[in-house]
């Protein structure tokens, strides 16, 4: 009997000390904002700095009526259920005021009934998938609390065909495409847009690949494109990059890759790919030196001076979200959450990839980002020797269109 | 034309997979160990040949030479630090040592796993090939690295044969894997033979390591399905029998590749499996087991 | 252990339980959580330890009967809606039903081949929620539109009592004469053929027992979560940390099994300060207990007359 009680004891007593240690401390009197993200995701490691530098610089300027914003951040290892006990943990336990939550549809989306459940909002600053938001069209007054502060994938769809139009079609005169996406939440609607709008600026689309996330060997992915002889490759791949272009490249596929490639926006990958990236065309809301707001280029410097890096495309949008939810918490005068909703709504802000605004209640998206000339419309840039260089708008554009040489394609220069 | 490119194709990718089963195999031959770190081993030297030429900027050649070095240095310390300690405790009844040696080196390869995320992120890495281009065989467009991996694959399967075959120190391994008992009655330090085995393995496993890196990239992802791959070849070969694993990762690169093709690359990895587990039923000691 | 009979260590057990059924009521809403899902893991290292610690099968595949259990409960909601319990319920039959298919094959094999077939029935489970994303949601993740309650403390003593009586059903078989024969037949198979025991009969119905715990575990912890992934139920790195439950609480203890589940979940935790590598200290403090305590902390504790 004597050496259970011992057991016992010992074992409860190093769990209890285990448990112990985990006990947080909290302030009162500070704005706490919650960051969950991929911490160790290339793309969405910039998302808690970016958070970060965002706090620093509000509280510098006197924080928000007073009160300083502390980042509260964590890293759910890219997977849903530890979002989900992260958020559980945030809300709780850390009694975070909102939460900026991954780059990961899938796990917005598991997230997203939480918010309901525990009444608390969450901005995302990089998912893409449509139903976050047509969700909330379905269940308003449980899912009011999310937000989604980047473009749905059907913005995004049309922010690739935009360009295609300017670049592929009037400037090349491509005439078929072949559209090649993983198969993940957020290339389902993305795939449905290319598919409608890519023949209407002149592009037939002759086949539809979806590619499993976890692929590792694209040769015969590739060889079966180059048998259906396109004239463009229009991808959709953001889970996988590296091994994709590296292979590209050394198979010296004749196609040009122009599209969603979420990796590519990183300024790493030339040295991740081993350059192998050059001459992919790439979608991003942001692009070295490319002035798209007045914000942008000193958002980028002061990134750079604090972290030693460039921000990813989730650093600018998680930067953006803290200043205007930031606002919307001045505006609404309380932390409750109804009440940050509503202020929420209003947002009226210029940031730094463009002016945002909501959609509101009554749009099928609610709660989507504004897109357009007047509020966001992204950039269509390419790698060339080493650099990003932007090609679209034409407004903004800092360069030209060239190929790597393995490349057939007319009147590139 | 597709039938062209699955050969070659298929050919590449099961060198690399021969290479890596090897020295799986020979690691279970002569010292009766199933190394679960296995991949995690090959994925260590990736990273190390990626991480020479990202942050310490030196040519492939030299990147390459560092990632088989780690891969070498990974190696000795799973053998000295792990596996031998656990062979020679005396806290562990002798049926029980294969379970824990087994559960140690999953650990230990889930270890370099977490520690590879942790530094270097769970990105795909890739290493700058030493050979660029691409050439044209039987009219198939193929990237001269698909070669180059293919030989070097074969030089050193070839090296380790003379080895094993040629010299006497090679025979001694060969005899220890067939009786252990029966060669130190020859005299032979049977410590010396495993250390040079896991000595062998580490530069097998640094170079099957880094061609991966150079032909289709690892990330610290890859860990898990190395592992399995290794191991399932090197059991439908036959545990113990070399030559086994070197046909039966044919087949399995084979299968690979015609399923990727000719049905769809999501699928990959699946007849393989399917194959495994009808082979380990109707025959569980493998193509050509002696265990 | 030995020495002690079952009902003594039932009744302490009860005691222990019945005492930390009281927790709620002075400790935050995060713990309860922290031990809710300890305590679904426990389940899962003790239905795992009956076949580990007792029948003698080193098995990788505890993810394979689990998350069958999860995603089948998962999906079911997903589509039909159907109450909870009938969800759950489903979800232990298939993993009893993946169990037996999974015995199968494996039981014609010793040693490292029944290992390589329960490692390839992960696998293969994986690669089909990955390659199937439209049912299950894929490499990310499956989101259930249900959850049994979001109340902290409610969730935490359905865990608790559901582990308690999981953990006395699975003790009080490892000390009956099933068990007894289990325990000979992994020690020495022939032995215990010779005389008379069906060794397979009994390890078929290992298989079976663990898989329904396993798998009704699974199916309960999905809808506590609201979520299920391959990164949570099926990855190999979650088998590990079964494993390794078992091995630090002292396998062939079943009761071990949940210490060493809470403390790697509490270490997990208070190692989240350190960021990522906190998985990486567990797995290292793993290591050291495997190579220098092989008989965990019940060993330890105990001073097991274990002779090598």
């Given at each position: ?76 290892h890219?997977s ?334 | ?105 999953l650990l230990?390869g889930i270890m370099?796993q977490e ?106 992802y890859?860990v898990g ?67 | ?59 990788f595949?505890?993810t ?58 992960v ?107 391959v990164g949570t139920f099926i990855d190999i790195t979650v088998g590990v940390q079964i494993i390794i ?34 998985n990486?200290?567990v797995f ?25």
């Amino acid at each position: 009997m004597r050496k259970l009680d011992k057991r016992a004891i010992i074992a409860a007593g190093a769990t209890g000390l285990a448990l112990v240690l985990t006990a947080p401390g909290y302030a009162a009197d500070t704005i706490k904002i919650g960051v969950i993200a991929e911490a160790q995701a290339v793309a969405a490691s910039s998302i808690p700095l970016a958070a970060q530098l965002a706090a620093d610089e509000i509280n510098a300027a006197g924080g928000v009526d007073g009160k300083k914003i502390e980042i509260v951040s964590y890293d759910n290892h890219s997977s849903a259920a530890e979002s989900v006990r992260a958020f559980q943990r945030a809300v709780n336990e850390d009694h975070v005021n909102a939460v900026i939550a991954s780059y990961i549809s899938e796990v917005v989306l598991a997230l997203e009934p939480w918010t309901g459940r525990l009444k608390t909002v969450m901005v995302t600053p990089g998912a893409a998938s449509d139903v976050i938001t047509q969700n909330i069209a379905k269940d308003y007054d449980n899912l009011k609390y999310t937000f989604h502060g980047y473009l749905t994938s059907t913005s995004i769809a049309d922010s690739v065909c935009a360009p295609a139009k300017d670049l592929l079609v009037d400037q090349l005169h491509m005439k078929t495409a072949v559209v090649m996406s993983e198969d993940a939440a957020w290339t389902t609607p993305l795939d449905a847009e290319y598919i409608k709008c890519l023949p209407t600026i002149g592009l037939q689309v002759i086949d539809h690949i979806r590619v499993s996330p976890d692929t590792t060997d694209f040769t015969p992915i590739f060889n079966k494109i180059e048998g259906e002889k396109p004239d463009v490759i229009i991808t959709g791949i953001a889970h996988v990059g590296v091994q994709p272009t590296v292979q590209w490249k050394q198979q010296e596929v004749p196609i040009p890759m122009f599209g969603i490639s979420a990796q590519a926006t990183n300024s790493s990958f030339w040295n991740d790919t081993n350059g192998a990236v050059e001459g992919v065309l790439y979608q991003a809301v942001s692009g070295p030196g490319v002035a798209v707001t007045p914000k942008t280029l000193p958002f980028v410097a002061a990134f750079k001076a604090k972290y030693g890096n460039f921000p990813s495309y989730c650093g600018y949008t998680a930067y953006d979200e803290v200043y205007y939810l930031a606002e919307a918490f001045k505006r609404a005068g309380s932390t409750d959450s109804d009440k940050l909703v509503d202020a929420l709504e209003k947002t009226d802000y210029v940031g730094t990839i463009g002016r945002v605004q909501f959609k509101g209640k009554d749009s099928p998206n609610p709660h989507a980002l504004k897109v357009g000339p007047d509020t966001i419309t992204g950039l269509m840039l390419q790698w060339q020797d080493g650099k990003q260089t932007n090609l679209w708008p034409a407004n903004v554009a800092n360069g030209k269109l060239k190929f790597p040489k393995f490349i057939k394609v007319g009147a590139a220069n | 034309m597709l039938f062209w490119q699955i050969l070659i194709d298929g050919f590449a990718i099961s060198s690399l997979y021969a290479l890596g089963a090897t020295g799986f195999a020979l690691i279970f031959g002569v010292s009766g160990v199933l190394n679960l770190s296995h991949g995690a081993l090959m994925v260590a030297a990736v990273v190390a040949a990626w991480a020479a030429g990202n942050d310490l900027h030196v040519g492939p050649y030299a990147g390459a030479m560092i990632g088989i070095a780690v891969g070498f240095v990974a190696s000795m310390i799973t053998y000295f630090l792990i596996v031998r300690p656990l062979q020679q405790s005396r806290k562990i009844r002798e049926q029980e040592k294969e379970i824990f040696i087994l559960t140690a080196t999953l650990l230990w390869g889930i270890m370099l796993q977490e520690l590879i995320a942790y530094f270097y992120t769970n990105n795909a890495k890739t290493v700058a090939p030493i050979v660029e281009g691409v050439v044209r065989i039987v009219g198939v467009r193929t990237p001269a690295n698909e070669i180059f991996t293919a030989v070097v694959c074969w030089l050193v399967i070839g090296i380790l044969w003379l080895l094993v075959n040629r010299t006497r120190a090679g025979k001694a391994v060969l005899a220890a894997s067939m009786n252990p008992r029966g060669v130190t009655l020859l005299g032979v330090e049977l410590s010396q033979v495993y250390i040079a085995v896991w000595a062998i393995y580490g530069v097998l496993v640094g170079v099957a390591g880094v061609l991966l890196g150079m032909f289709l990239g690892v990330s610290s992802y890859s860990v898990g399905p190395l592992t399995a791959s290794a191991f399932s070849i090197v059991v439908l070969g036959g545990l113990g029998s070399v030559s086994g694993a070197l046909i039966a990762a044919y087949v399995v690169g084979y299968l690979e590749t015609l399923t990727a093709y000719l049905i769809s690359p999501a699928y990959r990895t699946i007849p393989a499996l399917l194959l495994l587990v009808v082979v380990m039923y109707v025959s569980p000691r493998g193509l050509l087991g002696r265990r | 252990m030995g020495s002690l009979s079952t009902t003594r260590v039932l009744l302490i057990g009860l005691i222990a339980v019945a005492l930390a059924a009281f927790l709620p009521l002075g400790v935050s809403g995060y713990i309860l959580g922290l031990l809710t899902i300890a305590f679904y893991f426990g389940v899962f290292a003790m239905a795992w330890d009956l076949l580990f610690g007792f029948a003698g099968e080193v098995n990788f595949g505890p993810t394979f009967l689990i998350g069958t259990g999860a995603y089948t409960a998962g999906i079911l909601d997903n589509l039909y809606q159907p109450p909870i319990w009938l969800c759950v319920a489903a979800g232990a039959l298939a993993a009893v039903a993946g169990g037996v298919v999974l015995a199968l094959p494996a039981l014609r094999v010793r040693g490292p081949y029944f290992g390589l077939t329960t490692l390839v029935a992960v696998l293969m489970l994986q690669n089909f929620v990955v390659v199937d994303a439209s049912l299950t949601g894929g490499e990310i993740g499956l989101t259930v539109p249900d959850v049994i309650t979001i109340s902290d403390a409610k969730n935490y003593q359905i865990a608790l009592w559901f582990m308690a009586i999981s953990g006395a059903i699975l003790f009080a078989l490892s000390r009956s004469p099933v068990g007894l024969i289990l325990q000979a037949s992994g020690q020495d198979a022939v032995q215990a053929g010779a005389l008379g025991f069906n060794v397979t009969k009994h390890k078929l119905t290992a298989f079976v027992i663990s898989a329904f715990f396993s798998g009704l575990a699974g199916a309960l912890l999905v809808f506590y979560l609201g979520s299920a992934s391959v990164g949570t139920f099926i990855d190999i790195t979650v088998g590990v940390q079964i494993i390794i439950a078992v091995v630090i609480g002292g396998r062939r203890t079943i009761l071990g099994a949940v210490l060493g589940s809470i403390f790697i979940i509490a270490m997990s935790e208070a190692l989240r300060p350190v960021g990522d590598l906190a998985n990486f200290i567990v797995f290292a403090m793993a290591l050291v207990v495997v190579l220098f305590f092989p008989n965990g902390f019940f060993g330890l504790l105990t001073r097991s007359k274990e002779t090598s």
